[in-house]
């Protein structure tokens, strides 16, 4: 099995930029998709990326997913950060035999 | 709108089996390419993926929790189900049923219901 490894937190003023990496400890990012997931204190998670960079309908195009097979990483960014974008996020790929969540980063914007 | 509501016991005991009902509205159950899943989530901690089943009645389960649980559909009441056996305290957490969008097991955009919290105890 697999897992994949996020940064415990993040911090970054409103109006910059932040980017969340998600690397897989085996196997190759690029030969499965991965999700990353929203979840506000005590909401339950919503898409924000789906297959490494679709954006669901609803989503700002403030939010942008990408692979990079080089770190064998996936990862996620938000520009022009807003207050409601203070949130736990989560990434999510699978192989043959399970799936598999990250331990989720913590987004602070202050 | 697609709605996942989840339902069942709020406590149950060390040993027992824990059963929950995810009930879907605004969409049926038997559509082809929609993944039907469990996530859990303790107090405090990260995701954790149970398992799904697919329209087919195909199912796919976490290998740690595999012996242990057993997912399964109710067309008629446009529901699906979690059954977890021999609990412990550290199956304590939140329970969200959940939607899965694609043509492969694991990928796609994700619609989650509100989640249950579900406590272990004698």
């Known amino acids: 099995n697999f897992m994949l490894t996020q940064p415990h937190s993040v911090s970054e003023s409103p109006g910059k930029t932040v980017t969340i990496s998600c690397t897989r400890s085996?196997?190759?990012?690029?030969?499965?998709?991965v999700q990353w997931y929203q979840q506000r204190p005590g909401s339950s998670p919503t898409t924000v990326i789906y297959e490494d960079n679709q954006r669901p309908s609803g989503v700002p195009d403030r939010f942008s997913g990408s692979i990079d097979s080089s770190s064998n990483s996936a990862s996620l960014t938000i520009s022009g950060l807003k207050t409601e974008d203070e949130a736990d996020y989560y990434c999510q790929s699978y192989d043959s035999s399970n799936q598999v969540f990250g331990g989720g980063t913590k987004l602070t914007v202050l | 709108q697609l709605q996942l509501q989840e339902s069942g016991p709020g406590l149950v005991k060390p040993s027992e089996t824990l059963s929950l009902t995810c009930t879907v509205s605004g969409g049926s159950i038997s559509s082809s390419s929609y993944y039907w899943g469990w996530i859990r989530q303790p107090p405090g901690k990260g995701l954790e993926y149970i398992g799904s089943?697919?329209?087919?009645?195909?199912?796919y389960y976490n290998p740690s929790l595999k012996s242990r649980v057993t997912i399964s559909v109710d067309t008629s009441k446009n529901q699906f189900s979690l059954k977890l056996s021999s609990v412990t305290a550290a199956d304590t957490a939140v329970y969200y049923c959940a939607r899965q969008d694609g043509a492969i097991v694991g990928a796609g955009r994700r619609y989650w219901g509100q989640g249950t919290l579900v406590t272990v105890s004698s």
């Open positions: 089943i697919y329209y087919s009645g195909s199912t």
């Open positions: 085996s196997g190759s990012i690029a030969s499965n998709y």
